[in-house]
């Protein structure tokens, strides 16, 4: 069982930057990787941007890609997302997520574990 807590969201203005964590507990924190997908109202649940246990691979949807960056903290049981030049598109409820390994990264189902999600707003 992992339990996933997602901070760091807030009002920004556009091309501003927002840094988001995900705190995980448990000892198997290293066994997962992990996701950040992203929730719009009116709109289904998309992918973010995915990396591996060990933080060596990451993977980005287009969207985002040069713009976000994930890395993770093994020993603090953390993921982080470091979004930048933030766009009013990017406006949704972030959340995190866990899964046991696999290349369906992008597939929402592909993930056992989810946080509660932060509100990010980009707005001037």
């Known amino acids: 069982q992992v339990q996933l807590v997602e901070s760091g969201g807030g009002l920004v203005q556009p091309g501003g930057s927002l840094r988001l964590s995900c705190a995980a507990s448990?000892?198997?924190?290293?066994?997962?990787?992990m996701g950040w997908f992203r929730q719009a109202p009116g709109k289904e649940r998309e992918f973010v941007a995915t990396?591996?246990?060990?933080?060596?691979?990451?993977y980005y949807a287009d969207s985002v890609k040069g713009r976000f960056t994930i890395s993770r903290d093994n020993a603090k049981n953390t993921v982080y997302l470091q979004m930048n030049s933030l766009k009013p598109e990017d406006t949704a409820v972030y959340y995190c997520?866990?899964?046991?390994?696999?290349?369906?990264?992008?597939?929402?189902?592909?993930?056992?574990?989810w946080g509660q999600g932060t509100q990010v707003t980009v707005s001037s």
């Open positions: 997520a866990a899964r046991p390994g696999g290349t369906r990264y992008s597939v929402p189902n592909s993930y056992l574990y």
């Open positions: 448990g000892r198997t924190f290293s066994s997962y990787a």
């Open positions: 990396i591996s246990q060990s933080g060596s691979s990451t």
